[in-house]
């Protein structure tokens, strides 16, 4: 699976999680318990994390992860001004994306959602369980005269 359908899923997994939460422990979208709010907070920048990878399929992914997290920030900044309140009595989906008030716990949360999404890009981008490096991998590859792509992955060769 590509990375951009790969957050194609995320996205729908983190929103589905989120409104999941709020349907069983609240009933209301718009339900204001600890629960709700804390896991909506972590799941909205998953979201928010898989947009930009969306967007920006080749971003690595600590640079997606901290577009992600200034995107969190400064969205919760913005709420310090009656603009986000404003909006939210229109619209509850505006609520949802914009929120009503700013709340530290929610600065605190963002990483949350975001930091295990970018180490399992990370780990995933370097092999996952193959602990041997790309130079090690490439060079193994090659001693066994096999062609190798730019991770240093046989692709084709002698079999061993």
Not at 67 to 79: D, K
Not at 109 to 122: M, Q
Request: overall charge neutral; charged content about 20%; some cysteine.
């Amino acid at each position: 699976m590509g990375r951009r359908a790969s957050a194609v899923v995320v996205a729908g997994v983190s929103l589905g999680v989120a409104f999941g939460i709020r349907a069983v422990f609240g009933g209301r979208l718009d339900n204001t318990g600890a629960l709700q709010q804390d896991s909506g907070t972590a799941l909205y920048a998953s979201a928010v994390y898989a947009a930009v990878v969306f967007l920006r399929p080749r971003i690595p992914p600590l640079v997606a992860g901290a577009w992600a997290l200034g995107f969190c920030w400064a969205v919760e900044a913005l709420q310090l001004t009656s603009v986000p309140r404003t909006l939210s009595e229109y619209s509850i989906v505006l609520r949802l994306m914009l929120g009503r008030a700013f709340d530290w716990t929610d600065v605190w949360w963002y990483p949350v959602g975001i930091v295990p999404l970018v180490a399992a890009e990370v780990w995933r981008a370097s092999g996952g369980r193959d602990h041997a490096g790309p130079q090690q991998r490439h060079q193994d590859a090659a001693e066994g005269g096999a062609v190798v792509d730019e991770r240093g992955d046989r692709v084709a060769g002698d079999e061993a």
